[in-house]
DNA sequence: GCAGGTATGTTTGCAGTGTCAACATCCTTG
DNA sequence: CAAGGATGTTGACACTGCAAACATACCTGC
């Protein structure tokens, strides 16, 4: 595609977007074969590039992936900023579903960003930003419900550690039940089976969320809306 | 140590014990530079043995790690299945603590539990069915609280999912914090830095694991006592 | 428009790895 | 005490990450 910049035989020398090719590539071939035998001379061969190729866009192995995971990261932050704490309770249950929902629609990325496949974040600092600009979204929300009155009065970072927490967990079973529901390739790269608990919380995600919200939240009655709206799935 | 059953120079053909001295070797290598370098090789040499020799006791890489996690699920098992269901929401909160606990006190374990080290969950069946057995402790108990009436009337399964992802993310957060209070070597196989939150957490799980408790019990009267217990850590 | 610089891709090479097959050594058990 | 299985060794192969040194194509200033 796009060869047209050199009139020869559609090879060219230059590959033309090479590391949007490897990106995508490296994330079909997790989602494909696992984390475990990628190379970056596989990709390349696949890219049809020869095996060092890949080392002109990223330093290492690690690099590649460290990328992947900061782009995720920047996918879910614009989506988690983008929900108003304007009324803090709702906003939570948004928040921590539009998590468990980027997880749903991004295994790979997000097995990237929060499993233990990139070993060391410090070595990756726009990683680091990123996750933190993330997180700093949830803070902000929590904040505002915590001044609001309408979450109990905790320590706010106390909160977030328990949403994150949940919601993390939350993803991680979503993931696995989504991924053996579909027979997918992704089932060998997640965690432990939990049996049929995590196909319930994958059917409604959003009760699993709303459990959750009721132990934070100052006044149960404020959940009523929400409640109702996901009462029977 | 007990090499007398040959009478020659402390050295001899046989290692003696070589498949608990890889399994320990393994440990703390993982501990020490994380899941990323570990490599049979590196493990044979350590326990001076012959490159190839881990091979007699594993049949892969994989099966290795994969028999460390066994290990792990055992243990836990165990803990676990040592609470009574008797009283079943003290049993909750002491199996959510249980499991928090082991994943403090084994973190090289932990990971490999429930981390995406190993791939194939599936090829090792023995795994599998630790693995089961865990949940099943956790099951056991939610079930008797679920017909006692003590926790609400929910789909027992689904509540056994919230519980397992809090006390998984719970447990996530409290790995990292303390790995990088002691500044120790772990830090780089965890997830991301939540900042300040962890250190709450893990500060207090217990606190954690009741504000969970508290959106899955029928009565939250119940869980004064436990309450109190743990107002103000 | 073209000379030179820079981004990109290639070739070559090394050290290290997982895994297999054939062989050596020892322990155990009849 | 000899046969046989368990354990450890040697050698080999294909593959990997990564580092130079080198080649090619695009781009920019003149």
Redesign the interface.
């Known amino acids: 595609m796009n060869a047209s910049h050199h009139g020869d035989d559609s090879r060219s020398y230059h590959h033309g977007d090479l590391r949007k090719t490897l990106l995508e590539t490296c994330c079909t071939h997790i989602a494909n074969q ?3 035998g990628l190379s970056l001379r596989a990709l390349a061969r696949e890219a049809g590039v020869s095996p060092t190729a890949p080392y002109r866009h990223f330093d290492s192995r690690h690099a590649l992936l460290a990328a992947l995971a900061t782009e995720g990261f920047d996918e879910l932050g614009a989506s988690m900023g983008a929900i108003s704490a304007a009324d803090p309770v709702p906003a939570v249950f948004e928040c921590a579903l539009a998590y468990v929902r980027y997880a749903e629609a991004n295994p790979v990325k997000y ?1 990237l ?5 990139i ?4 070595r990756h600092e726009e990683l ?1 930003t990123a ?2 600009q ?2 700093g979204h949830l ?1 902000r929300i929590l904040a505002a419900g915590v001044a609001s009155g309408d979450l109990r009065q905790d ?1 706010p ?2 909160l ?3 949403v ?7 993803a ?2 979503v993931i696995t039940a989504r991924a053996k529901a579909a027979q997918a390739p992704m ?15 994958a059917a ?1 995600p959003e ?2 969320v709303l ?6 939240v100052a006044d149960p009655a404020c959940l009523a809306g929400l409640q109702q709206r996901w009462r029977k799935v």
């Open positions: 696992g984390t475990e097995h960003m929060f499993g233990d496949v070993g060391d974040f410090s680091i996750a933190r993330c997180y803070a320590d970072d106390e977030g550690g328990t994150w927490a949940v919601v993390h967990g939350l991680g079973l089932e060998d790269l997640l965690e432990v089976p939990p049996l049929r608990a995590q196909q319930a919380v409604a009760r699993a459990r959750m919200l009721e132990g934070l």
